[in-house]
């Protein structure tokens, strides 16, 4: 998936999110993950998918967006891109996870070989202690998470998912000057209400430490693949993935590891 065009995929990525932001049908919706950093945060890494958070239902939010882009995005892709497409419900064993409920977006011309997009559209929801804000970019006002909530989600994604995101990994390390100074008292009313037990933040936090090189040749691979030229260059030349993970290793085990007396 990381070998489609990068300029289509991100060209068609902001197209979504402005029309999200501009219908009815995305009114609540809060823009976030990696599209809200590479959007609305001007990040160096390129996301692959679209997420939005949803405080109501998951799959009738799901449904209201599926007939967005069906009716809307398809035939302004086609008008202004020359690509034909679909968007369905993601069908399939990832398609059952109850957190998250996924629109499969595919784009494609039949005349240019490896022109295929696929861009899934999650709508999820993460924890938030913060009311939503808005941010605007050429004029269109996108709403989205705290920068607060933002980066604390990332914490909580490496803590809780049992495979680990490498991609969650660059992301915190891009963006975790952004957690408060209260965050550890904060991620622990999060992940208490997620019901994530002390023991088993423990033993991801232990996982992650020791599976830390394996880990650091994915955020490899992602800044080769992912991220712009000069930001790739320069954390290469920095120490590349195994500075990303001792870093945000660090970062970790302040906010979610066992408290210091």
């Known amino acids: 998936m990381e070998r489609q065009p990068r300029e289509t995929l991100e060209t068609v990525q902001r197209m ?32 692959l998918d679209i997420d939005y958070h949803w405080d109501g239902d998951l799959e009738r939010k799901r449904d209201e967006i599926l007939g967005l882009l069906q009716k809307k995005l398809l035939p302004e892709v086609r008008r202004l891109l020359g690509y ?37 559209v999650d709508i999820t929801r993460i924890a938030c202690l913060d009311a939503p804000v808005v941010r605007t970019t050429g004029g269109t006002v996108y709403l989205t998470t705290s920068d607060a ?71 490899d691979r992602i800044i080769r693949e992912q991220v712009d030229g000069p930001a790739a260059a320069n954390l290469k030349a920095a120490g590349g993935g195994k500075m990303v993970c001792a870093t945000v290793l660090q970062v970790l085990d302040k906010l979610a590891g066992k408290a210091r007396r």
Not at 23 to 36: D, F, I, M, T
């Open 16 to 47: 979504v999110a402005r029309l999200v932001a501009t219908s009815p049908a995305g009114e609540g919706l809060r823009l976030v993950g990696g599209l809200r950093y590479r959007l609305l945060d001007a990040s160096c890494r390129a996301s």
């Open 149 to 219: 909530d933002m980066a604390e989600s990332k914490v909580i994604a490496l803590v809780q998912r049992v495979f680990t995101q490498d991609r969650d990994l660059l992301d915190l390390f891009l963006f975790h000057g952004a957690l408060p100074t209260d965050a550890r008292d904060r991620l622990k009313r999060k992940l208490a209400t997620l019901a994530v037990a002390r023991g088993d933040v423990e033993k991801r936090l232990l996982a992650l430490r020791e599976s830390a090189d394996v880990h650091a040749r994915g955020v």
């Open 84 to 120: 034909d497409g679909s968007a369905q419900p993601l069908v399939g064993p990832d398609a059952d996870s109850p957190s998250v409920k996924t629109i499969a977006l595919a784009l494609y011309r039949l005349d240019v070989a490896g022109s295929r997009v696929e861009i899934p």
